[in-house]
Structures are given as C-alpha cells and as structure tokens.
C-alpha cells in the first residue's frame, strides 16, 4: 500500500516539474525583446476598462486593468499570466490524456507534447487573447471527456462556462460549439437535446457572454467591421496549401502526437465512444479553410489531438526503449527550435538561427508575414522591436513643447498610439490619441483649448498635416531595421496656418461616423 502512494506522489511529482518547467521558461526567456505591438494594445484597454471593444471582447482589457493595478506597466506583467496558464496546461493535457484511457507514460508525454510545440511555446509567450483561447478551447473539451466518461451532467454546464467564458475572451471558441452541435446529432449522445442540462449550459454560456453581448448592440456591433477589415488585409492572403502546411509546421515536433492523435480518436476501436470528437475536429479544420481562417484559429483543438497521440504511442510502444527514444526527440528537438517558440536568443542571433534554419530545410515560412511578405525575424519578434526608441524620440518632441496644454500626440496605428500610452508613463506622456482600433472609442470630439502644437507619429507625413502647420521638424525616425516599425517618425509640428480645432471637428466626422 505505502509503495503504491510513493508511487503515485512520484508520479504527481514528475508532472508537476514539468508544469513548473512550462512557468520558468516563459519568465527566464523573455528579456531580449520588448512589448509586443499588440500587448501594448491590450495594456492601452486596460485603461479604459469595458464591456467591449472593437477588435477583442472584453477579458484581456480587464486582465490587463487588474495586472497593471498589482505590478504596473512592466513586461513581467505581460508575461507572467500566460506563464501561469501555460503550467495549468500542462496539468490540463495530463489530465486529458488519462481521461481517454492512457497511463502515466501517456499523461507525461502528453504533457511533454504540448511543451514541445513551437505553437504553444509562442502563444503563451504573449499577452493576447490566443493564450487564454487555447485554455478555455481545452477546458471544454476537457469537461465534454468528463461527460463521456461520467455520464455526469453537470459537466455540460461546466462545457457551457468554458464557452461563455472563452466567449469573453474571443468569439473564435463559437467554431468548436458549431462543430460539436454538426456532429453531435449523428451519435449515440443526440439525446443530449433532450435533456435539461444541455439547455441550461447553453443558457449559462449566454448570461456570461450577455454584457458584451449588449455592448456589441449598442455600439452598432463593431465586430462585423472588424471581420470584414479582417478579411480584406488579412484572411484573405491565406490559400488552403498554406493552411494545411502550417497545420503541420506549427505545432512541431509535437506533430509527431497530434497527427497519429487524430488517426486514432477516428479509427481506434478503443476509443469508440471519443471518435466523434475526431469528427468535430475535422469540421472544424473544415470550417477554417472555407472562410480562410488564420492557421493558428485553429490551436484549440491540438492539447486533445496531442493527448490522443500520447495515449496511441503508450498502448503501441511497450518497449521502455522506444518510449525513452520519444520522450527525448521531443526534449532535444524543443531544445533546438526553442527560438522559433520564444525569443530566446538576441534579435541578431536570431537573424543568424531563421536564416540556417531556412537553408537547411528550404522553407522560411517561419517567417512569414500576414501579408505574405518576408522578413529577416517573424513578425510577432518584429512586432517586439523599436517602442522604446519611438517612446524616447516621443518624449523628446514632448519636452521642446511650448504649450503642453495645447499639444496632443497622434500615432497613425494602435502600435504607436498604445507605445506612447503605456511606456510613455515613465516620461509622464500623456495618452496618445488614434482612430485605429479600439483608440477610435477614446477619441475627443472637441478641445477645451486650441490646440497649437501637434506630435505626430506616422511612416510618412500626411497631406493634411503638412498644409495644416507652418513649421514641421521631423524629431527622428526608428532605426532599427528588424523592427516591422522601421522608418516610422515622430513630427514636431507648430504654428498652425489655420485652426486646428475646426480642422479636428471635420476629421472626426468623416473619420467616426
């Protein structure tokens, strides 16, 4: 009895390092590169806490609200929730993989497998909603294996809190709940439509999601405008080719689980009362590639797929051997592309690392860009690079202002307007002002006073800007040529040749509708 309880605390112990390992790393690794572009947007909401916004529910603003109130505007506290979360899911996808029958050797490997993958090394990275999507996306898959296996229903609601929850955070978790209500009817489970639970789930996911809900109506639903700017810059760049080629690529070397994982949820005689969520999985991937969904829209569904591929290699490799020879592919393989997950390296040497990796296996799709283009560094590391130096030439331009009550700062995009809102504190800039994304909302109609001096960030000067003030001196310009910023410059612009107030009120009539 006393070797059977040291044997499963051991057993405790083992993925517990292993969740502490997923925390650390993302801690000890994130020092070399600044602010993503969008962590600078997502700081910027918490500002302005609400029920909404523009191109995100309401769950990341809030979370930034709370974490910058506890540690301010730093980087750790960026980094340090997606840390945390990144070690519940490592419990999670060992938790997962025992509720589809594997043992301790598919409970580790599953574990291993998702803190192998280049996708979730980079996505719990970053302060973005894709963090917490992939959580709530594996939450609730989570909670539909405790149903089959219990037949409890109260694991239902606790599917619907997921998604209300995921809901919050980003609509894109409505794609497993059309996948799982497609597939559902054609199983054994389509009594499910007739029992209570399943309605009250539905019911909890709504009350939960309701105070968006009710800010999307009121604000004229923005999220529809967001989808059609969505697809006309970006979704539709993705060709079905790229999508099904970075499925593969995106989630190596932990491909090597969740493809076979896939293969055996469907097949496996075993597991014949999981295979219908194989087939949600494929409508899924199948929904994605008729709207021309971004690949990693798609991450949710690959903790399940990596625990399904852990329990397969568990029941087909019995030899302790080949299990060891698994198990250290992925720990040496992670090791060499850890670059590609987190930046650990700096951004030169990681110049140096995409250009081998490039030449070595002839394909740079690593690094391309959501409009198809190609750098020198990934576009999230280049989304990373040049905030500091535009906040300090900002800051210069602040200093030489006459008139500081009769000044605003202007950035052209939510990268440079958030730049000088959250890093601007440590200079005591005050908020930028943008019609690009969310900053729109917080746009003053009018001034109190007439604005006399303008700072004004953009990658070229405006016409308007140009004719509007008599002396523009440029303050500089970012010179960091892996920055996706580069080239961008800050305006000091004085002497108006006519009122700026009036020129302002028109801007934002025709601007904001």
Request: aromatic share 16%; charged share 20%.
């Given at each position: 009895?006393?070797?059977?309880?040291?044997?499963?605390?051991?057993?405790?112990?083992?993925?517990?390092?292993?969740?502490?390992?997923?925390?650390m790393i993302?801690?000890?690794?994130?020092?070399?590169?600044g602010?993503?572009r969008?962590?600078?947007?997502?700081?910027s909401?918490?500002?302005?806490?609400?029920?909404?916004?523009?191109?995100?529910?309401?769950?990341?603003?809030?979370?930034?609200?709370?974490?910058?109130?506890?540690?301010?505007?730093?980087?750790?506290?960026?980094?340090?929730?997606?840390?945390?979360?990144?070690?519940v899911?490592?419990?999670l996808?060992s938790?997962?993989?025992?509720?589809?029958?594997?043992?301790?050797?598919?409970?580790?490997?599953?574990?291993?497998?998702?803190?192998?993958?280049?996708?979730?090394?980079?996505?719990?990275?970053?302060f973005?909603?894709?963090?917490?999507?992939?959580?709530?996306?594996?939450a609730a898959?989570?909670?539909?294996?405790?149903?089959?296996?219990?037949?409890?229903?109260?694991?239902?609601?606790?599917?619907?809190?997921?998604?209300?929850?995921?809901?919050?955070?980003?609509?894109?978790?409505?794609?497993?709940?059309?996948?799982?209500?497609?597939?559902?009817?054609?199983?054994?489970?389509?009594k499910?439509?007739?029992?209570?639970?399943?309605y009250?789930?539905?019911?909890?996911?709504f009350?939960?999601?309701?105070?968006?809900?009710?800010?999307?109506?009121s604000?004229?639903?923005?999220?529809?405008?967001?989808?059609?700017?969505?697809?006309?810059t970006?979704l539709?760049?993705?060709?079905?080719?790229?999508?099904?080629?970075?499925?593969?690529?995106?989630v190596?070397?932990?491909?090597?689980?969740?493809?076979p994982?896939?293969?055996?949820?469907?097949?496996?005689?075993?597991?014949?009362?999981?295979?219908?969520?194989?087939?949600?999985?494929?409508?899924?991937?199948?929904?994605?590639?008729?709207?021309?969904?971004?690949?990693?829209?798609?991450?949710?569904?690959?903790?399940?797929l990596?625990?399904?591929?852990?329990?397969?290699?568990?029941r087909?490799?019995?030899?302790?051997?080949?299990?060891?020879?698994?198990?250290?592919?992925?720990?040496?393989?992670?090791?060499r592309?850890l670059?590609?997950?987190?930046?650990?390296?700096?951004?030169?040497?990681?110049?140096?690392y995409?250009?081998?990796?490039?030449?070595?296996?002839?394909?740079?799709?690593?690094?391309?860009?959501?409009?198809?283009?190609?750098?020198?560094?990934?576009?999230?590391?280049?989304?990373?690079?040049?905030?500091?130096?535009l906040?300090?030439?900002?800051?210069?331009?602040?200093?030489?202002?006459?008139?500081?009550?009769?000044?605003?700062?202007?950035?052209?995009?939510?990268?440079?307007?958030?730049?000088?809102?959250?890093?601007?504190?440590?200079y005591?800039?005050?908020e930028?002002?943008?019609?690009?994304?969310?900053?729109?909302?917080?746009?003053?109609?009018?001034?109190?006073?007439?604005?006399?001096?303008?700072?004004y960030?953009?990658?070229?000067?405006?016409?308007?800007?140009?004719?509007?003030?008599?002396?523009?001196?440029?303050?500089?310009?970012?010179?960091?040529?892996?920055?996706?910023?580069?080239?961008?410059?800050?305006?000091?612009?004085?002497?108006?040749?006519?009122?700026f107030?009036?020129?302002?009120?028109?801007?934002?009539?025709?601007?904001?509708?």
């Amino acid at each position: 009895m006393l070797s059977k309880i040291i044997k499963l605390k051991w057993k405790g112990v083992c993925i517990s390092m292993l969740a502490m390992a997923g925390v650390m790393i993302h801690l000890l690794l994130f020092r070399d590169l600044g602010f993503h572009r969008d962590e600078l947007l997502f700081f910027s909401l918490g500002q302005h806490p609400d029920f909404g916004y523009f191109s995100v529910p309401p769950m990341i603003g809030f979370l930034a609200f709370v974490l910058s109130k506890l540690l301010g505007y730093s980087l750790f506290a960026a980094k340090i929730v997606p840390a945390l979360l990144c070690g519940v899911m490592v419990w999670l996808c060992s938790e997962m993989a025992g509720e589809l029958g594997g043992s301790f050797f598919a409970r580790l490997l599953a574990a291993i497998g998702f803190l192998s993958s280049i996708l979730f090394l980079r996505a719990f990275s970053l302060f973005q909603p894709v963090f917490l999507d992939i959580f709530f996306w594996t939450a609730a898959l989570y909670f539909l294996l405790r149903y089959i296996n219990t037949e409890h229903r109260k694991y239902l609601i606790l599917f619907g809190v997921s998604v209300g929850f995921g809901l919050l955070d980003k609509y894109n978790i409505l794609f497993l709940v059309m996948a799982v209500l497609v597939v559902l009817p054609l199983t054994r489970y389509r009594k499910l439509f007739r029992a209570r639970e399943f309605y009250l789930a539905i019911l909890v996911s709504f009350i939960i999601l309701l105070p968006n809900f009710i800010w999307q109506v009121s604000h004229g639903l923005p999220v529809l405008e967001h989808m059609v700017e969505l697809r006309r810059t970006q979704l539709n760049q993705m060709g079905t080719a790229t999508f099904l080629r970075e499925q593969l690529m995106m989630v190596f070397p932990a491909t090597l689980l969740a493809l076979p994982g896939l293969f055996y949820l469907l097949f496996a005689s075993r597991v014949e009362k999981f295979k219908w969520l194989g087939y949600v999985m494929l409508v899924i991937l199948s929904l994605y590639l008729f709207l021309h969904g971004k690949s990693y829209y798609s991450a949710g569904i690959y903790p399940l797929l990596i625990c399904s591929g852990a329990v397969f290699f568990e029941r087909s490799l019995s030899n302790g051997f080949w299990r060891a020879a698994i198990v250290a592919f992925l720990l040496l393989f992670t090791w060499r592309i850890l670059p590609m997950g987190i930046p650990s390296k700096s951004p030169e040497n990681l110049v140096a690392y995409f250009d081998r990796v490039a030449t070595i296996t002839h394909d740079d799709a690593i690094r391309r860009y959501e409009d198809n283009s190609y750098r020198k560094l990934p576009q999230d590391y280049a989304d990373m690079l040049g905030w500091e130096e535009l906040t300090v030439l900002t800051n210069t331009a602040w200093q030489t202002v006459e008139h500081k009550d009769q000044c605003i700062i202007f950035g052209d995009n939510y990268g440079e307007a958030g730049a000088i809102t959250i890093l601007g504190k440590k200079y005591n800039l005050p908020e930028a002002i943008s019609f690009n994304d969310n900053f729109r909302y917080w746009v003053p109609k009018t001034f109190d006073k007439e604005i006399v001096e303008l700072i004004y960030i953009n990658h070229e000067l405006g016409k308007d800007v140009r004719l509007l003030f008599g002396d523009i001196v440029e303050i500089g310009r970012i010179t960091n040529p892996l920055a996706r910023e580069y080239g961008t410059r800050v305006f000091l612009c004085k002497n108006p040749t006519q009122s700026f107030n009036n020129f302002w009120k028109e801007r934002v009539a025709r601007q904001l509708p």
